[in-house]
């Protein structure tokens, strides 16, 4: 992974790729935005999946290398699909913990826009607390700056960590992400009262709320009943390539 991160800019450098998965109007299914999701195609072992290296990049100091090559490959691919008529949507892209706890992070992440020439306002940043972060006001701070600029700022895996509720107060999200545990609940009809709660709790400050897993119909419509605004979701779409993602969008999946 070392190697591979030495390698560069391409978009699919040394095995490394990116997928898109849509992010939809729950009501309409009208895909708003996407996430982007890293892939590493490895030559003996296959498709090495996020979990599978996440936790290995963050241990031998490689998080920070992969989300910038992640960040750089995400905007790349919005000028690819601007140039190709697609609606101006916007990236999420995901941070791990050296990545958020960077000094550097708002300078690095603005200085990758105005490389490319995009408005701060076509990224979103994904934090998550299921790894505990350091209450430290410096990195409050970057993201403060971030926001000023106009990057949106996700809080992901909502429900499935340790602190949300201290996350919330602490940086500036504008979206809860709930996990797909709280979607996969819905089967049982007693977890309804936590999730109205939990949109409840999002209407009084303000944030929007994105279900994550959302695998069926039904699932859907109990969602959107609950008020829930935005879903992702392999019933909407699974994490596509660059191409694909614009085939999907453009109605010619
Ligand atoms: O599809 P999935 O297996 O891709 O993703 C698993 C986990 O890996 C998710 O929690 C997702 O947020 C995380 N993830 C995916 N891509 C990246 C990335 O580029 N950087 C970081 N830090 N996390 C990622
Ligand atoms: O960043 P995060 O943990 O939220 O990344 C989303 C993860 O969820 C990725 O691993 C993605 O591949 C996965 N995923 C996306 N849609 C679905 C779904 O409908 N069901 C399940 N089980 N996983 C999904
Ligand atoms: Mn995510
Ligand atoms: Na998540």
């Keep these: 992974l070392r190697a591979v991160l030495a390698g560069g800019e391409a978009e699919r450098v040394g095995g490394l790729h990116v997928l898109y998965q849509p992010l939809v109007d729950l009501g309409s299914s009208r895909v708003l935005a996407c996430e982007a999701l890293v892939r590493w195609r490895h030559p003996a072992r296959g498709l090495v999946?996020?979990?599978?290296?996440?936790?290995?990049?963050?241990e031998h100091g490689l998080g920070r290398e992969l989300d910038r090559l992640v960040l750089r490959a995400a905007l790349?691919?919005?000028?690819?699909?601007?140039?190709?008529?697609?609606?101006?949507?916007?990236?999420?892209?995901n941070l791990g913990r050296s990545s958020t706890c960077h000094p550097g992070l708002a300078l690095d992440v603005l200085d990758?826009?105005?490389?490319?020439?995009?408005?701060?306002?076509?990224?979103?940043?994904?934090?998550?607390e299921h790894e505990h972060l350091p209450d430290d006001?410096?990195?409050?701070?970057?993201?403060?700056a971030l926001v000023a600029a106009g990057?949106?700022?996700s809080l992901d895996d909502f429900g499935a960590g340790y602190a949300s509720l201290d996350y919330l107060l602490r940086y500036p999200v504008s979206t809860l992400k709930l996990d797909r545990c709280l979607t996969a609940s819905l089967i049982d009809q007693s977890a309804s009262p936590l999730l109205e709660g939990v949109v409840g709790l999002a209407a009084r400050l303000g944030l929007t709320v994105l279900a994550e897993g959302v695998?069926?119909?039904?699932q859907?419509?109990?969602?959107?009943?609950?008020?829930?605004?935005?879903?992702?979701?392999?019933?909407?779409?699974?994490?596509?390539?660059?191409?694909?993602?614009?085939?999907?969008v453009l109605g010619r999946a």
């Design 49 to 58: 999946m996020p979990d599978d290296m996440l936790g290995a990049a963050e």
């Design 76 to 93: 790349a691919q919005l000028v690819r699909w601007d140039g190709a008529g697609l609606p101006p949507l916007s990236v999420s892209v």
């Design 112 to 128: 990758a826009l105005a490389k490319v020439g995009l408005p701060a306002s076509r990224l979103r940043l994904e934090i998550t």
């Design 137 to 144: 006001p410096a990195i409050a701070e970057e993201f403060q």
């Design 151 to 153: 990057v949106g700022l």
């Design 215 to 218: 695998e069926t119909a039904e």
């Design 220 to 248: 859907r419509e109990r969602l959107a009943g609950l008020g829930i605004d935005h879903g992702q979701g392999w019933y909407f779409a699974r994490p596509l390539g660059g191409d694909d993602f614009a085939g999907h």
